[in-house]
């Protein structure tokens, strides 16, 4: 029988192949230094990112601190534009856009410029936003809703909506949004929509508090047909 590996039987031909392997580095020495390099390179790059990126989150949080305190406060102005003391939520979002902090600055802007009747900025800013958190990234696609709605863009509203509903459903939060959208595809004159929309809180989410409201808003529109 031949053994499992002849080069543990066969002394010579171990030799050989470390000959032949000896013969190969000689050859392509360039190459495999090039590609060792690169491999080094690689892994110095990335352990630098790292620590950039994390410093880089670090300045961000420090940066934002008072801009949220002045958010938490109302003063949605010094918030967004800085108090001359400390900046605002919108440099956060431009100069560290790709830290969790400068993101989530977004957020607090998107929601700043809501409360402040600018809504076309509101929805840049949340168009900006994502998170891990569905529940908080189905807020965010309902506060662009919302300020969609404001800008009488109730179809663009309604499916926003939708999306909120659907993003990771849940008989907490889904069927708020369900009823939003249904409203909003009415502004739309969307009532086989608005329909569906209800008929989802009644079928979906039978013991919501919304299922009353999504029974009577179906009802008035059926009556209507």
């Known amino acids: 029988m031949a053994p499992e590996n002849p080069l543990l039987e066969d002394p010579d031909a171990l030799a050989a192949r470390l000959v032949e392997s000896e013969d190969f580095v000689r050859n ?18 990335a ?26 406060a109302d003063s949605l102005s010094k918030a967004i534009k800085g108090d001359g003391k400390a900046p605002g939520l919108t440099t956060v979002a431009n100069e560290y856009g790709s830290t969790k902090a400068g ?24 168009e900006d936003f994502s998170s891990d958190d569905y529940l908080v990234q189905s ?3 309902a506060l662009m809703g919302d300020a969609q709605l404001e800008m009488n863009k109730s179809k ?9 509903a659907d993003h990771n459903a849940n008989e907490y939060f889904s069927p708020g949004y369900l009823l939003k959208e249904g409203t909003a595809r009415e502004l739309a004159n ?10 989802r809180i009644i079928n ?15 009802a008035k529109l059926e009556g209507a047909k």
């Open 103 to 126: 993101n989530l600055a977004n957020f607090y802007a998107g929601v700043a410029s809501l409360k402040q009747g600018k809504f076309k900025e509101a929805l840049d800013y949340l």
């Open 47 to 72: 352990f630098g990112f790292y620590y950039w990126r994390t410093t880089q989150n670090e300045k961000a949080q420090a940066t934002m601190f008072r801009a949220v305190n002045n958010w938490e």
């Open 156 to 164: 663009e509203a309604a499916d926003l909506y939708a999306k909120a």
């Open 204 to 218: 979906e989410f039978p013991t919501a508090q919304e299922v009353a409201e999504a029974r009577q808003f179906k």
């Open 139 to 141: 807020r965010a696609y």
């Open 190 to 199: 969307d009532n086989e929509g608005a329909i569906k929309a209800y008929d």
């Open 28 to 45: 392509n020495r360039n190459v495999l230094l090039g590609i060792l390099a690169v491999v080094v390179l690689a892994v110095v790059g």
